[in-house]
Each structure stands twice: as C-alpha cells, then as structure tokens.
Nanobody, 133 residues
C-alpha cells in the first residue's frame, strides 16, 4: 500500500520559513490528491492545504488553502521525486502543531471536499512544527 513520510519540521522563529516534504513509497502519487493537515495540542485537526492530481481537484481547484495561511504557504508537487512539498513562509506562533500529509486515491470523481479528513485513504506519521521566539 501507499506509505507517506513527512519531514522538514522543526523549531523556527516567528517570520521564519520551513519547507515540509511528504515523500511517498509503494506507489506513485500521480493518481492521488494530497492534503496537509495540522493539529495543535487541545485543538481539532484542521486542513491547511491541498493539491489535486491530474484527474482529481481539491474542491474544484488545483490547489486550495485555509484562509489563515493564504499568501504565506505554497503547496507543490514533484512527480519525478514522488514528493509533495509545503513551503511555509512568514510563520506565526499559531502555525505551531503537528503537520500531517494525507493521500486520496482517485475513485472516478473529479471533485472532493478537501477538508473532509474521512475521505483520505492514507496518512503519514506527522512532523512537529514549532514557531517560537
């Protein structure tokens, strides 16, 4: 089955940047949409960003972002490396949390609600991001 491994987390000062990676093994990511989610202690897990596959869009868009990260985060895909990235700039303390990537396999539909965690088929183990001075 598909396996996902996140990396790139760490401690960064407010205003700094991190690039998270979601590397896949077992299968290629060509047929998967990828979502990034995060969870802070005591808080519900929330959707951060999503990137679609060639045949599956994130709520009708090739990419999507939570309002809180628009303009600061960028999601991208490198199929040659079988990896999805989340570039995070201008980080704020409220960005602190465990970040997870998740994959949704195409099922014949070209649209899905990217914020619906139950729809995703595979999840990584998470990587910790801490934004603090």
């Amino acid at each position: 089955q598909l396996q996902l491994v996140e990396s790139g987390g760490g401690l960064v000062q407010p205003g700094g940047s991190l690039r998270l990676s979601c590397a896949a093994s077992g299968y290629t990511l060509d047929n998967y949409a990828i979502g990034w989610f995060r969870q802070a202690p005591g808080k519900e897990r929330e959707g951060v960003s999503c990137i679609g596959s060639s045949g599956l869009t994130c709520s009708g868009s090739s990419t999507n972002y939570a309002d809180s990260v628009k303009g600061r985060f960028t999601i991208s895909r490198d199929n040659a490396k079988n990896t999805v990235y989340l570039q995070m700039n201008s980080l704020k303390p409220e960005d602190t949390g465990i970040y997870y990537c998740a994959a949704l396999e195409m099922d014949g539909s070209n649209w899905f609600n990217w914020r619906s965690e139950r729809l995703y088929d595979y999840w990584g183990q998470g990587t910790q991001v801490t934004v603090s001075s």
